[in-house]
């Protein structure tokens, strides 16, 4: 690993520099990293102790609360014709009607349901946004979802660590 980038994670920076890399994820901007590897690449690269591992997880679910927060902002404000002309939303207009209609179908579980699992994660904050649902409501929701999915990872990492080496 080169040097700068090792004292890069050991400086007051690291929560910060993966505070925006989750912020991205959760904007739906982070199409060069799976959003499945952020979590166990950080505990791979800070270390798995429980003095890492918390800090670890809260800097995941707020940055990524606060992409979702950004892009349903802007599906809420703009509208979809916006969203579908801008090339950095790299969603299809397919794809997005068939995530209209999960959310209309389950409403907000759905906002949780699909950030807590894999390959969906944050598909139905375009949605939310797009039916103007409430942001405190939206916020709670997706909040949830990404705990569930976060947490899960990283137990799936430190668990096999432990058992593999």
């Known amino acids: 690993m080169p040097g700068w980038l090792q004292s890069l994670l050991h400086s007051e920076w690291a929560y910060l520099v993966l505070f925006g890399v989750f912020v991205l994820e959760g904007?739906?901007?982070?199409?060069f990293v799976p959003s499945e590897l952020l979590v166990p690449g950080s505990l791979?690269?800070?270390?798995?102790?429980?003095?890492r591992l918390?800090?670890?997880?809260?800097?995941?679910?707020?940055g990524a609360t606060v992409g979702q927060v950004a892009l349903f902002t802007v599906a809420k404000r703009a509208?979809?014709?916006y969203l579908l002309q801008n090339r950095w939303f790299r969603v299809s207009d397919r794809t997005l009607t068939r995530?209209?209609?999960?959310?209309?179908?389950?409403?907000?579980?759905?906002?949780t349901g699909s950030n807590a699992m894999l390959f969906t994660r944050g598909?139905?904050?375009v949605p939310a946004g797009l039916a103007k649902m409430e942001t405190a409501?939206?916020?709670?929701?997706?909040?949830l979802g990404t705990v569930l999915f976060e947490s899960a990872l990283a137990a799936l990492y430190v668990f096999g660590v432990d058992v593999l080496w």
């Open 99 to 111: 995530f209209d209609g999960w959310f209309d179908r389950w409403g907000g579980p759905a906002v």
């Open 44 to 51: 791979a690269l800070l270390g798995h102790s429980p003095d």
């Open 79 to 81: 509208g979809r014709e």
């Open 27 to 31: 904007a739906m901007l982070m199409y």
């Open 137 to 143: 409501r939206f916020v709670a929701l997706s909040a």
């Open 123 to 125: 598909m139905l904050t």
């Open 54 to 62: 918390l800090p670890i997880l809260a800097v995941a679910v707020l």
